[in-house]
């Protein structure tokens, strides 16, 4: 791994050296029953059944809050004000725990955030069981909750890279996804059968303790994480600025980093927020209503999973741009197939080739940010990738007004376009990205 942060040419084709945590060099080869080589490595299982308690819990609070807001105010503009007041903090709060992640052990960084967020979700859950809870509360627990999580997804996605091989790093972030989306689609339902069925408060004190599991279970991980004599950032005096600073100049010093970056925010800003108009389809385009809703819903979401596992299954195959391009223009084109279908079948059809070609890109993305970033400054060249989900708002709003002015499905179609636009002439432009292995 380069350990200097002046990088001004792009990267050989040959692979960048990376410090392994852990050597498996028999595991390089595809196939779909390799698909689950990481979790062989005793720290990445430990660290990912952690993730998928963080992650199922992430996802009841979603459903849950949102139906308490609503049970509370009647009002839809409290529900969007309580989703802002969980995404702003990724603007502000990412790039200084990117700065945190590459100073201090990722493990601790992990255990203090995930403590704090089940702090948040018990006092909540204390004030609904005590019939308490005002709609200020939801506002204050949703934004110290994405304070939290901010904090924390920095050093839980660098430390990947710490636990594992190199050659091991796509397996382990797509199993890391496929956890994620796994939850996406559980989760709700679970949240949902357990409001139904025991109380609001109940779903509540479920989330603390699957929380808690978390962190009991992250404390089974070496203190520090980092490969012996990765140490070397801590021993200077940490100024914020200077560290953040140093940060940009290194991404926009590395042409690779810097493409991927970018490349990372043209779905964001163009292509994701189609998932806030789909209630537009479902009851105006489609016809099918709140059932349809769900189920459309439900297909991106076993795309998004069988796409994680899809690409867990690829190893550490030698064409990772390629694939990388493939996923990007074909998230754009299935956007516009789905925007300009009326028939509900091949509506489902293409939410699911949207889920899975989404989360595709997404975890070729993240993958190869983190084997081409140095070790020293990996924390915050991921926070600037989490930052890029804090803008999805600034997306959605042009978004938005295109679909009030022309109709859904001709603000999905020109996003779309955008995307797999974009990422096609990026390849065009760039010949190393379609040399990244």
């Given at each position: 791994?380069?350990?200097?942060?002046d990088?001004?040419?792009d990267?050989?084709?040959?692979?960048p050296?990376?410090?392994?945590?852990?050597?498996?060099?028999?595991?390089r080869?595809?196939?779909?029953?390799?698909?689950f080589?990481?979790?062989?490595?005793?720290?990445?299982?430990?660290?990912?059944?952690?993730y998928?308690f963080?992650f199922?819990a992430?996802?009841?609070?979603?459903?849950?809050?949102?139906?308490?807001?609503?049970?509370?105010?009647?009002?839809?503009?409290?529900?969007?004000?309580?989703?802002?007041?969980?995404?702003?903090?990724?603007?502000?709060?990412?790039?200084?725990?990117?700065?945190?992640?590459?100073?201090?052990?990722?493990?601790?960084l992990?255990?203090?955030?995930?403590t704090?967020?089940?702090?948040?979700?018990?006092?909540l859950?204390?004030l609904?069981?005590?019939?308490?809870?005002?709609?200020?509360?939801?506002?204050?627990?949703?934004?110290l909750?994405?304070?939290?999580?901010?904090f924390?997804?920095?050093?839980?996605?660098s430390?990947?890279s710490?636990?594992?091989?190199?050659?091991q790093?796509?397996?382990?972030?797509?199993?890391?996804?496929?956890?994620?989306?796994?939850?996406?689609?559980?989760?709700?339902?679970?949240?949902?059968?357990?409001?139904?069925?025991?109380?609001?408060?109940?779903?509540?004190f479920?989330?603390?303790?699957?929380?808690?599991?978390?962190?009991?279970i992250?404390?089974l991980?070496?203190?520090?994480?980092?490969?012996?004599?990765?140490?070397?950032?801590?021993?200077?005096?940490?100024?914020?600025?200077?560290?953040?600073?140093?940060?940009f100049?290194y991404?926009?010093?590395?042409?690779?980093?810097?493409?991927?970056?970018?490349?990372?925010?043209?779905?964001?800003?163009?292509?994701?927020p189609?998932?806030?108009?789909?209630?537009?389809f479902?009851?105006?385009v489609l016809?099918?209503?709140?059932?349809g809703?769900g189920?459309?819903?439900?297909?991106?979401?076993?795309?998004?999973?069988l796409?994680?596992?899809?690409?867990?299954s690829?190893g550490?195959?030698?064409?990772?741009?390629?694939?990388?391009?493939?996923?990007?223009?074909?998230?754009?084109v299935?956007?516009?197939?789905?925007?300009?279908?009326?028939?509900?079948?091949?509506?489902?059809?293409?939410?699911?080739?949207?889920?899975?070609?989404?989360?595709?890109y997404?975890?070729?993305n993240?993958?190869?940010?983190q084997?081409?970033a140095?070790?020293?400054?990996?924390?915050?060249?991921?926070?600037?990738?989490?930052?890029?989900?804090?803008?999805?708002?600034?997306g959605?709003?042009?978004?938005?007004?295109?679909a009030?002015?022309?109709?859904?499905?001709?603000?999905?179609?020109?996003?779309g376009a955008?995307?797999?636009?974009?990422?096609?002439?990026?390849?065009?432009?760039?010949p190393?990205?379609?040399?990244?292995?």
């Open positions: 791994m380069a350990r200097t942060t990088v001004t040419e990267p050989p084709v040959t692979r050296p990376v410090a392994p945590a852990t050597t498996l060099p028999s595991q080869a595809a196939g779909f029953g390799r698909g080589d990481s979790l062989r490595v005793r720290n990445f299982r430990w660290f990912w059944i952690a998928v963080s199922f992430m996802q009841m609070d979603m459903l849950a809050r949102g139906w308490l807001v609503y049970d509370l105010t009647g009002s839809g503009v409290r529900l969007g004000l309580v989703s802002l007041g969980m995404g702003l903090p990724m603007l502000v709060v990412a790039p200084v725990a990117g700065v945190l992640a590459d100073r201090f052990p990722k493990r601790n992990i255990i203090l955030s995930q704090l967020a089940a702090l948040m979700t018990l006092a859950a204390l609904i069981a005590t019939h308490a809870v005002r709609f200020w509360h939801v506002m204050l627990t949703s934004f909750f994405g304070t939290a999580f901010s924390s997804m920095p050093a839980r996605q430390i990947i710490e636990l594992v091989d190199r050659s790093v796509l397996n382990a972030v797509a199993l890391g996804s496929g956890a994620m989306n796994l939850a996406r689609v559980a989760a709700p339902a679970i949240a949902g059968l357990l409001v139904a069925l025991v109380s609001m408060a109940g779903v509540y479920a989330m603390v303790a699957l929380q808690a599991l978390g962190v009991a992250l404390f991980l070496p203190r520090d994480t980092r490969p012996r004599g990765e140490g070397a950032p801590a021993k200077r005096p940490m100024r914020i600025q200077a560290d953040l600073l140093e940060g100049r991404v926009r010093r590395t042409p690779v980093l810097m493409t991927l970056i970018t490349l990372a925010f043209i779905p964001v800003l163009f292509g994701m189609f998932q806030m108009l789909m209630p537009i479902a009851k105006d016809g099918v209503g709140a059932a809703l189920y459309l819903l439900s297909a991106s979401g076993v795309g998004a999973i796409g994680s596992f899809l690409i867990a690829f550490d195959f030698r064409h990772k741009g390629w694939l990388l391009i493939g996923a990007g223009v074909g998230f754009g299935a956007l516009i197939l789905f925007a300009l279908t009326t028939n509900f079948g091949l509506a489902l059809w293409w939410m699911a080739v949207v889920g899975l070609t989404s989360t595709g997404m975890s070729m993240n993958t190869m940010v084997i081409y140095a070790d020293a400054m990996r924390g915050r060249v991921i926070s600037m990738l989490m930052m890029t989900w804090g803008l999805m708002p600034l959605a709003l042009p978004l938005g007004a295109l009030e002015r022309a109709g859904a499905p001709l603000a999905v179609v020109v996003g955008v995307v797999a636009g974009s990422i096609a002439l990026w390849a065009v432009a760039r190393t990205l379609r040399r990244l292995r």
